[in-house]
Each structure stands twice: as structure tokens, then as C-alpha cells.
């Protein structure tokens, strides 16, 4: 066993380095009378990059992809497997059919699916069969002239397909089906302005409790539910000369002047016409927050907003965004949207409204630039290891590879995160480095490594390429397109939502919502993409062991 891991880390020198960069993080924080070592810091490019990415994939996903298979997301992420199979196997018969080799085969899949991370596991699964050192050369570098010859359509011709011929294929109206959905699911009518303008749509005034009104004699929560359908809460009260913190139980009286919170709208149009409004600035500077907590609670997990509004631990606060999964999509604020472990909450109201709501489905996550190295480099090195084990089944080696076991690692590392938040905090931008920055590095070193030939090989596969990658990209996204529709029977709303994210395409997500003058169709997305992505991803392996 010693042997072995020793054996491994001199094969693949990027386990070793994150295994220095795990230890390093983890005991440079410790210090004795003011004394440490402090964190050795290593800098890596093209050896670990691969490792690197598909962890911050794997990280990203993780939450969406656990809850995908295990809870009520399962006929989507059932949809999105047939999705990524149907775009694998395209992309197999394509490359058949038109006699490209195993690198041309493997650049089109990656290129027309638009999964640029596959082209790693590709790499990995090319140097692993053995060829002559010329022969693989020369199938790693005929890769980036696919992948950069067949992206182009996969992204705008995904975008085009779903989003524009999608509806007049299936018939959908996408505008009509969102406002239906939204009825459906306790939508009220479009609220205009909001950031980025002068109109907010929460407010906080004033109000005299007059003689005989009826919010004499009731307590706090009584007379918050004077005005039905409305999130109206009390915060304060002025009573004499003295001003006091409101709670549920004290009971109003004739001349309190009372500070309530809710939507402007309300304020203005109903207790405005009812109630005598006052100007008291003390009384309403009440202090208050907002705060991003990430739901990891399970008593919150798959709740609705409506159902979580009626717990106590939900007085006083507004919801002002939910945030959802690796492409970080605001899902729309609806009565009956389910909150998810992993969700980001955008939460505003007084600092002791917030701690107790913040208790109920959380914890806060507060605005931070420190990673968990630590926690990335060792979560690296075990899913590499595992990677590294090569199984003989029938006499062909079978391995996840080390790319393959980072992906895993940082599956089961982003859904940890998500519920026990404790360890392995990465913040977004450091993720978004991670994968975008990485990967563009990855491809930027093949593409160099390519030479000269990538030029030759664009003059000659051209035209003939490009068009079998938009058939390779169309073909898959129009079956998947009627499976989801008239087999899975997914609403007409969510539709092209779910199939973008299974084909984990953003541009075309982004273009159905425009489509739709409506948040509504991302409902669909984080699931199907967490799985699409992973799947996508590992089928960079698979089309080679299918090819070769």
C-alpha cells in the first residue's frame, strides 16, 4: 500500500503537489506565542490545472446533483442522463460516420456540446492507451482544431436551437405558460423598478393607532394580520416618550405610534387610506441588515416560501433573492418555490429578525476572500488516488482517471459544503478562477502544443467539420426537446429551462428567459445542470474508450 501511493505521486505530480499544498495551509495556521511557519504557497499551470478544474466543476455542482438523484429533482435529473446520452452518442455516430479519428472525435464532442472540461478527461483517457508517443501527439493535437472549429455553433446554434425554434416545434407559448405557471404557484402581478433604480419595493413608515381604530386592543400579530395576503410587520412602537422594540404579544393602544415594515405598495394604497401617518424619524431609524445566509438546515429543505413565511423565525424579514446553484441563477420568488439545501437567501430586516431566521435555515454567509486550501488540496489528492486505481474487467483497463476522481471529490466536496458549512470554503470568484481562467490555460497550452498543424488541419476538415458539429449539436437538443415535452410531460414553463441546463448551455438559458419576459424557465436549470455537467464532463472518457 505504502508502495503504491509512493508509486503514484511520482506518475502524477500533481497529487503530490496538492498534498504539499493541503499540508502547508493546514499547519501554517497554527502559531506558537505569536510564531508559525505561515502557508507555503505553490504555483501550478499545466500539470494540476486539469485536477483543478474539474474540482471547482465538481464543487460547484455538488449540492444540485446530490439533491438531483436523491430527492423530488429526480425526473429531471433522469431526463438530463438521456439528454447527455443522446448527445454522446451523436457525437459517436458522427465521428463514425465521417472517419474521424480519436482526437478529431473527442474535440467535436467537446466543441459541440460546448463542454470544454471533457477535453481534460479526453487527454487523460488518449495518453492512457498506449500509442506511440508520434501517434498520441498527433491525436492531442488534431483536438483543439475540432473543439475550436464545432464551439461556435454549440454555443450559438444551442442558444438558436432551444430557445427560438424550440417553441414553434413544440407548439409553447412560452409568455402564456409562464404566467400560468405563476398563477399556479402563488405569482403575483410583475413588480417594475427595483435595483439599479430610485423605487424599492420594501418601506418602513409611520402610523398613529387612532381612537376606536381597529388595532386597538390587539396584539402585535393580530394587527399584522389585519390585511390579508400582505407580509406587514410591526417593529417598533412609540408609547408616550418611550420607544420599544415590538413582539408578538404586546397589545396596542390608542395613541401609539407604531413603525411597520411591508411592501410599499400596501403602505401606501391601504394603510394609507386607513390609518393617520405620522413623520417620526427616531422611531424609524430602526436598525437593520442585509444578509446572505446559505440554507444547509433540513427542516428547510424542499419547504416553500409559503410554508416557511408562517414560522415564527420568519417575522420581520423580507426575502429579496434566492440564488441557486454553480451558474448562480436567481430563481423567482414565488409562494410555491421550494428552497433548497445550498440556496443562497438574500435577506433584509432588523439585526434580531435576521439571527433568528438566519438560525431556522442556516448559517450566514458572509462576504469572504480566504479559501480553504486545505480542504481543496486534500480533497484533490484522495479523489486523484482513487482515480489513479486502474481495474482490468474482461482485460480492458478501467479507471475514472486522476481528472475523473477530482470531479468525484469535488461532488461530494461542494454537497458537504452545503451541509455542514463549517469547512471548505471557496468564494465564487475563486471558483469561477478555478474553472474558467484554468481551463482556458488548459486549452491555451494544447493549442500551442498544436503548432502549425492546427492550422493545416482547419484548411482541411473546414467546412466538412463544422457542419457535422451543428448537426452534432442540433440533432441531440431536438429529441431532447419532445422526450421532455411529451414524455416526461415537464411543464411547458420549465421545458426549454430543463433542457439548456441538461445540455449545460447558459447562452440558451438566457435567451429562453428573454424569450419568456420571465425568470420562470431557470426553475428548471440547476438540477439538470449539475447533472448534464458532471455526465458531459466523464463522457470525454467514455467517447474515447467507444472510439478507440
Avoid at 202 to 224: D, H, I, M, N
Avoid at 371 to 395: E, N, Q, R, S
Avoid at 513 to 524: N, T, Y
Wanted: glycine share 12%; charged share 15%; proline share 4%.
Amino acid at each position: 500500500m505504502i508502495n503504491w501511493f509512493f508509486t503514484t505521486l511520482k506518475t502524477y505530480p500533481e497529487i503530490a503537489i496538492f498534498l504539499a499544498l493541503a499540508l502547508g495551509y493546514y499547519f501554517g495556521k497554527f502559531t506558537y506565542k505569536g510564531i508559525g511557519l505561515g502557508s507555503v504557497t505553490a504555483t501550478l499551470i499545466a500539470a494540476v490545472v486539469i485536477g483543478q478544474i474539474l474540482f471547482a466543476v465538481g464543487y460547484a455542482v455538488g449540492p444540485q446533483f446530490v439533491r438531483g438523484i436523491a430527492s423530488s429533482g429526480l425526473p429531471q435529473a433522469i431526463f438530463s442522463v438521456v439528454q447527455c446520452v443522446f448527445s454522446l452518442a451523436a457525437c459517436v455516430l458522427v465521428a463514425k460516420f465521417a472517419g474521424y479519428d480519436l482526437g478529431y472525435g473527442a474535440g467535436l464532442y467537446s466543441g459541440s456540446q460546448t463542454i470544454s472540461a471533457a477535453m481534460g478527461l479526453s487527454t487523460d483517457a488518449i495518453n492512457r492507451l498506449g500509442l506511440p508517443p508520434d501517434q498520441a501527439k498527433a491525436l492531442l493535437d488534431s483536438m483543439p482544431i475540432a473543439y475550436a472549429v464545432t464551439y461556435m455553433f454549440g454555443t450559438m446554434g444551442s442558444a438558436i436551437v432551444i430557445a427560438v425554434i424550440g417553441p414553434k416545434l413544440l407548439g409553447i407559448d412560452l409568455v402564456a405558460a409562464c404566467k400560468d405557471y405563476e398563477e399556479k404557484h402563488g405569482g403575483g402581478k410583475k413588480q417594475l423598478g427595483g435595483p439599479g433604480t430610485a423605487w424599492t419595493r420594501w418601506a418602513l413608515r409611520a402610523y398613529k393607532v387612532q381612537p376606536g381604530g381597529k388595532a386597538v386592543g390587539l396584539r402585535v400579530a393580530e394587527a399584522e394580520s389585519l390585511v390579508p395576503d400582505a407580509r406587514l410587520f410591526i417593529l417598533r412602537i412609540r408609547r408616550g416618550g418611550e420607544i420599544m422594540d415590538a413582539t408578538a404579544d404586546i397589545v396596542l393602544k390608542e395613541g401609539d405610534v407604531v413603525a411597520v415594515a411591508g411592501e410599499r405598495e400596501v403602505l401606501v394604497n391601504i394603510l394609507g387610506a386607513a390609518a393617520v401617518e405620522v413623520e417620526d424619524r427616531e422611531l424609524l431609524a430602526v436598525p437593520v441588515e442585509g444578509v446572505d445566509i446559505l440554507v444547509t438546515n433540513k427542516e428547510a429543505d424542499g419547504k416553500t416560501l409559503e410554508e416557511l413565511a408562517t414560522r415564527p423565525a420568519a417575522r420581520g424579514v423580507f426575502l429579496r433573492k434566492i440564488t441557486r446553484g454553480a451558474t448562480a441563477s436567481d430563481i423567482p420568488i414565488l409562494a410555491g418555490t421550494e428552497v433548497n439545501r445550498g440556496d443562497l437567501l438574500t435577506l433584509v430586516g432588523r439585526t434580531e429578525d435576521i439571527a433568528a431566521a438566519t438560525k431556522m435555515l442556516g448559517v450566514a454567509d458572509r462576504p469572504t476572500d480566504v479559501t480553504d486550501m486545505a480542504f481543496v488540496g486534500a480533497a484533490i489528492v484522495v479523489g486523484a488516488l482513487i482515480g489513479a486505481l486502474v481495474f482490468k474487467v474482461a482485460g480492458a483497463p478501467l479507471t475514472l482517471s486522476t481528472a475523473g476522481g477530482a470531479l468525484i471529490a469535488g461532488i461530494i466536496g461542494g454537497w458537504l459544503r452545503s451541509v455542514r458549512p463549517s469547512f471548505g470554503r471557496i468564494p465564487t470568484p475563486t471558483v469561477w478562477f478555478m474553472n474558467s481562467v484554468g481551463l482556458n490555460i488548459f486549452i491555451a497550452i494544447v493549442g500551442i502544443s498544436a503548432g502549425p498543424g492546427f492550422v493545416n488541419g482547419l484548411k482541411t476538415q473546414g467546412i466538412g467539420l463544422f457542419l457535422w458539429g451543428a448537426l452534432a449539436t442540433t440533432v441531440p437538443l431536438v429529441l431532447g426537446m419532445f422526450v421532455a415535452k411529451y414524455v416526461f410531460r415537464f411543464h411547458d414553463a420549465l421545458n426549454l429551462g430543463i433542457v439548456s441546463g441538461a445540455r449545460t448551455t447558459t447562452a440558451s438559458l438566457g435567451l429562453v428567459c428573454d424569450q419568456a419576459k420571465s425568470q420562470i424557465p431557470a426553475l428548471g436549470y440547476t438540477v439538470t445542470y449539475a447533472v448534464g455537467n458532471t455526465l458531459l464532463t466523464i463522457w470525454g472518457m467514455i467517447i474515447i474508450m467507444l472510439l478507440s
